[in-house]
């Protein structure tokens, strides 16, 4: 027996049918194609050899999946095998057996041997036997071959829809584009609701510039005739000050705007309503951008940022087609336009595309560009491909890789060598296998193993503690003749300054270190928020950044002085020192390293020298006998100015590692803060992700455990000429302002973490005064008054000032008063200029007493292109 079979793979089952008139069919193409459609010459043409049904719908949807993706199954290999003649008996290979896909074709004929064919009349027999396949099978007939077909047809859909969800590339393209629509439409709505509303409270357009706010301060007033002063506090809690309420308020009683109907009003604060919550939700949908970045392609967002990880998935269409991207197509990927421009006027092609918005190349010296983005670039086709292929998510490739291109600038550089790609891939496979062997084993363990391993571990952790209370007995206490443990929280000390040629005692001023122009830059970050990716590429945003170069180097070089002079005092900082030396010692330093002259150049505000619950704004007076002790946690704040441009930078000093956790709550809390400022990023994004860092750690003392709070009513705020509070703050919980930070502008980010309640109190003696940016012009009827007045607007001006400084021998500047500066029986003069309203007292901030506060603070430029930390150093 031999001629031609055909395999149909029907919704029902697989059919095989015999083609009996072979010659003529395959002779004559035309004639079969006349065949196919007369069933009368095509039941003659061929006949049903046997067929086999599906038995349940699973079975069907699993079958068909093999057939899609070219696989033979056990059930069709026997299906055929007991239908076919055997190959033996067939030598001359005078039978085939065709089928209608080629690549289906030959992994059947590798399973079974049996010799296959997948031409076009082997189709159009396939054709005739779909149209009358229920002429065959009469069981399939009156509509069911129909049925059976939609139901595997919706069944197949669904899973080729669900194939790999756990990866949702797409849902990151559409997160992303309708991110850069709600931008567009929240702000086009933003200036519908302000223009709409302020035709009935015109005034609040000059109290709430900011158009978010000002949406949701129309939402809580509505109808300004009936704003009543019971919803004042509720509108207090909304614009986060209470006084601009009030004025608001007061506003609202004598506004000059038009009366509206009840029907009027209900449409103006429907939008207004929706205009909010579309706000809302797109903060919401930025973070779910990030959580699913952390699942599809962690490795990739590790090494470039989430951002530029989910523009080039976006652009390459998924994350499958940007792992079969070649390293050359990703380099300059995004830039397309570019390239072809190149290549039709035949000039230099793009060096780069999207990823240059990483800040490696940002980092680059110009004849380095190139060679780094080329190295990028193969770093990123390498973790586009774990991150598609890798059963198990993990960061740690995508860390290896970026070590590897830090690796790669070092040498640029340097010339230090870097390592060996296959030698880092290879330590952080090994590491895996080690990690996943060593948690089988746990899983395996229950019930009293369970038990036992943490009896066991508990029984480490005391043998340690142990180990370390003998270390710290050998060590000595405060002030005892034994050698005393290096405060925590910073690395190293002197020998950050040393290798620019400063003395071991900083002794040259920074001036004369470095240039103009040439003072060391602050680390460098892109802004966050898709609409600001553009920045750091912009030559015309480059340009602006240059006709700033004086202020910026204004800033640099008060913050060089900040590094130096804290990295020095690091270095002696020690339990057993009285507070007042200290802060005397830190200030002369300070002075000496800035070249000191009066409002010029100077020292930004008093030094802080807050402990355990005292916050802020605690500096000694004179006569203040107070010792830093072992077990004390010290939060040591100081500021420096150039031009009144002030660095205002801070960390806390502690020598027991019990407090550790808490010391890294607020840095870690105080680095996101950082990470999520940028241009146009509303203030209180800020304080819910620097309260979701804070409050994830805990700290135990003395055997009892305490979660680390955000000291809710302590904030941080932007920084001025010669005002160090220029109006806005930066909140360290969540609510509050969404006032954005626009460019150009100076911020001091810091946060308080705190093992008490949460909130402070103003308590102790005040020793930080200030004048007020906008004193009033007031009559001064006491003599010392005045004088005290005149001393302070030509030493300190609107500067922060203390008690100590006033009581020196030049009155807090030498290069202003010489050394006849001192003020004698001030206090009654200081009292009445702080009663009139011209100086603001500043009195310590305390939590409740027995609780411990930590705090950090860095200074932070929101550049045209960048946003820069000018106080960071390698201590943190």
């Known amino acids: 027996m031999g001629g031609l079979y055909v395999l149909h793979e029907s919704a029902s089952g697989y059919a095989l049918v015999e083609v009996v008139e072979f010659e003529q069919i395959g002779s004559q193409l035309q004639e079969a194609q006349k065949a196919v459609t007369d069933l009368a010459r095509f039941s003659r043409a061929v006949k049903l050899k046997a067929f086999q049904p599906f038995q349940s719908a699973e079975e069907a949807l699993e079958n068909i999946n093999l057939v899609s993706e070219h696989m033979v199954s056990d059930q069709l290999k026997a299906f055929l095998e007991a239908n076919l003649p055997a190959v033996k008996k067939a030598k001359s290979k005078s039978i085939s057996l065709g089928l209608i896909d080629p690549n289906f074709a030959s992994a059947?004929?590798?399973?079974?041997?049996?010799?296959?064919?997948?031409?076009?009349?082997?189709?159009?027999?396939?054709?005739?036997?779909?149209?009358?396949?229920?002429?065959?099978?009469?069981?399939?007939?009156?509509?069911?071959?129909?049925?059976?077909?939609?139901?595997?047809?919706?069944?197949?859909?669904?899973?080729?829809?669900?194939?790999?969800?756990?990866?949702?590339?797409?849902?990151?393209?559409?997160?992303?584009?309708?991110?850069?629509?709600?931008?567009?439409?929240?702000?086009?709505?933003?200036?519908?609701?302000?223009?709409?509303?302020?035709?009935?409270?015109?005034?609040?357009?000059?109290?709430?510039?900011?158009?978010?706010?000002?949406?949701?301060?129309?939402?809580?007033?509505?109808?300004?005739?009936?704003?009543?002063?019971?919803?004042?506090?509720?509108?207090?809690?909304v614009v986060m000050d209470e006084d601009l309420a009030r004025a608001i308020h007061k506003a609202a009683q004598s506004s000059m705007g038009m009366d509206c109907s009840t029907v009027d009003m209900h449409n103006i604060m429907s939008f207004t309503s929706r205009m909010v919550k579309l706000a809302e939700y797109r903060k919401q949908l930025h973070e779910y951008l990030q959580e699913k970045m952390g699942t599809v392609a962690p490795n990739l967002g590790t090494l470039v940022g989430d951002m530029v990880a989910a523009r080039l998935i976006s652009k390459a269409?998924?994350?499958?087609?940007?792992?079969?991207?070649?390293?050359?197509?990703?380099?300059?990927?995004?830039?397309?336009?570019?390239?072809?421009?190149?290549?039709?006027?035949?000039?230099?092609?793009?060096?780069?595309?999207?990823?240059?918005?990483?800040?490696?190349?940002?980092?680059?010296?110009?004849?380095?560009?190139?060679?780094?983005?080329?190295?990028?670039?193969?770093?990123?086709?390498?973790?586009?491909?774990?991150?598609?292929?890798?059963?198990?998510?993990?960061?740690?490739?995508?860390?290896?890789?970026?070590?590897?291109?830090?690796?790669?600038?070092?040498?640029?550089?340097?010339?230090?060598?870097?390592?060996?790609?296959?030698?880092?891939?290879?330590?952080?496979?090994?590491?895996?296998?080690?990690?996943?062997?060593?948690?089988?084993?746990?899983?395996?363990?229950?019930?009293?193993?369970?038990?036992?391993?943490?009896?066991?571990?508990?029984?480490?952790?005391d043998a340690e503690d142990d180990k370390k209370k003998k270390k710290k007995k050998k060590g000595g206490g405060s002030g005892g003749s034994g050698l005393v443990a290096p405060s925590l929280g910073v690395q190293g000390f002197t020998d950050y300054y040393l290798k620019y040629g400063q003395t071991l005692e900083p002794s040259i001023p920074v001036a004369e270190l470095f240039q103009p122009g040439?003072?060391?830059?602050?680390?460098?970050?892109?802004?966050?928020?898709?609409?600001?990716?553009?920045?750091?590429?912009?030559?015309e945003l480059r340009a602006m950044e240059r006709l700033q170069s004086d202020l910026y180097d204004k800033v640099r070089h008060a913050s060089e002085v900040h590094r130096q002079v804290r990295r020095w005092a690091q270095s002696w900082i020690k339990p057993g020192i009285k507070l007042i030396d200290m802060c005397e010692r830190l200030e002369q330093k300070n002075r000496d390293l800035v070249q000191e002259s009066g409002l010029q150049a100077g020292i930004g505000f008093p030094?802080?020298?807050?402990?355990?619950?005292?916050?802020?704004?605690?500096?000694?007076?004179?006569?203040?006998?107070?010792?830093?002790?072992?077990?004390?946690?010290?939060?040591?704040?100081?500021?420096?100015?150039?031009?009144?441009?002030?660095?205002?930078?801070?960390?806390?000093?502690?020598?027991?590692?019990?407090?550790?956790?808490?010391?890294?709550?607020?840095r870690e809390a105080t680095n996101t803060g950082i990470r999520c400022a940028g241009i146009d990023v509303p203030l209180n994004e800020l304080g819910e992700a620097i309260q979701e860092t804070m409050e994830s750690y805990e700290v135990t003392i003395n055997g009892e455990t305490y979660p680390v709070k955000c000291v809710r009513n302590l904030t941080g705020h932007s920084i001025g000429p010669y005002q160090i509070h220029a109006g806005k703050s930066v909140p360290i919980v969540k609510g509050g302002d969404a006032t954005r930070m626009e460019e150009g502008e100076l911020y001091a980010i810091e946060t308080f973490g705190t093992t008490g309640r949460g909130h402070v109190v103003e308590d102790m003696e005040c020793s930080h005064y200030m004048k007020n940016f906008t004193a009033p012009?007031?009559?001064?009827?006491?003599?010392?008054?005045?004088?005290?007045?005149?001393?302070?607007?030509?030493?300190?001006?609107?500067?922060?000032?203390?008690?100590?400084?006033?009581?020196?021998?030049?009155?807090g500047s030498s290069a202003v008063n010489g050394q006849k500066g001192r003020q004698e029986k001030y206090l009654g003069a200081l009292k009445n200029l702080c009663?009139?309203?011209?100086?603001?007292?500043?009195?310590?901030?305390?939590?409740?007493?027995?609780?411990?506060?930590?705090?950090?603070?860095?200074?932070?430029?929101?550049?045209?292109?960048?946003?820069e930390v000018l106080s960071r150093g390698t201590d943190y």
């Open 108 to 237: 059947v004929s590798e399973a079974t041997s049996f010799p296959c064919r997948s031409d076009e009349t082997v189709r159009e027999i396939i054709r005739g036997v779909r149209v009358h396949f229920s002429h065959f099978v009469k069981e399939l007939g009156g509509g069911t071959i129909e049925r059976a077909q939609l139901g595997l047809g919706h069944s197949y859909s669904r899973a080729k829809v669900k194939f790999n969800p756990g990866r949702d590339d797409n849902m990151i393209i559409q997160a992303i584009c309708l991110l850069d629509q709600l931008d567009k439409d929240v702000n086009t709505f933003a200036m519908r609701v302000r223009e709409w509303y302020c035709w009935h409270f015109p005034e609040l357009r000059e109290l709430v510039k900011d158009n978010y706010m000002f949406a949701r301060c129309a939402e809580c007033i509505g109808d300004r005739s009936k704003f009543e002063e019971d919803t004042v506090g509720k509108l207090s809690e």
């Open 777 to 811: 012009h007031v009559p001064l009827r006491m003599p010392s008054a005045k004088r005290l007045l005149y001393h302070i607007n030509k030493t300190f001006g609107t500067l922060a000032f203390c008690r100590r400084w006033l009581e020196r021998p030049d009155g």
């Open 518 to 539: 040439e003072f060391p830059h602050g680390e460098e970050l892109e802004h966050p928020g898709e609409q600001n990716t553009s920045r750091i590429s912009s030559e």
């Open 317 to 461: 269409g998924s994350l499958t087609s940007l792992a079969k991207c070649p390293a050359s197509t990703v380099q300059i990927l995004g830039a397309e336009k570019a390239l072809f421009r190149a290549l039709k006027k035949k000039g230099n092609t793009p060096k780069y595309g999207l990823i240059y918005h990483s800040t490696f190349i940002g980092r680059a010296s110009t004849k380095n560009k190139g060679r780094i983005s080329r190295y990028l670039a193969n770093k990123c086709a390498i973790a586009a491909r774990i991150d598609s292929f890798i059963e198990t998510p993990t960061t740690k490739y995508g860390e290896s890789l970026r070590d590897q291109v830090e690796e790669r600038l070092e040498f640029y550089d340097s010339g230090k060598a870097p390592k060996k790609n296959i030698d880092v891939m290879e330590a952080v496979a090994k590491k895996l296998r080690e990690k996943a062997a060593a948690e089988e084993p746990e899983e395996a363990d229950a019930g009293e193993g369970k038990k036992k391993k943490k009896k066991r571990k508990l029984d480490d952790a």
């Open 835 to 867: 009663d009139v309203g011209i100086v603001q007292p500043y009195p310590p901030l305390c939590d409740k007493i027995g609780s411990y506060v930590a705090q950090y603070e860095h200074t932070v430029l929101l550049r045209p292109t960048c946003k």
């Open 607 to 666: 030094t802080g020298c807050s402990i355990n619950h005292c916050a802020a704004h605690f500096t000694p007076n004179c006569g203040d006998e107070t010792v830093l002790k072992e077990g004390d946690v010290m939060k040591i704040d100081f500021g420096t100015q150039i031009d009144g441009r002030i660095i205002d930078c801070a960390w806390t000093v502690c020598f027991d590692p019990t407090f550790e956790p808490l010391l890294e709550a607020a």
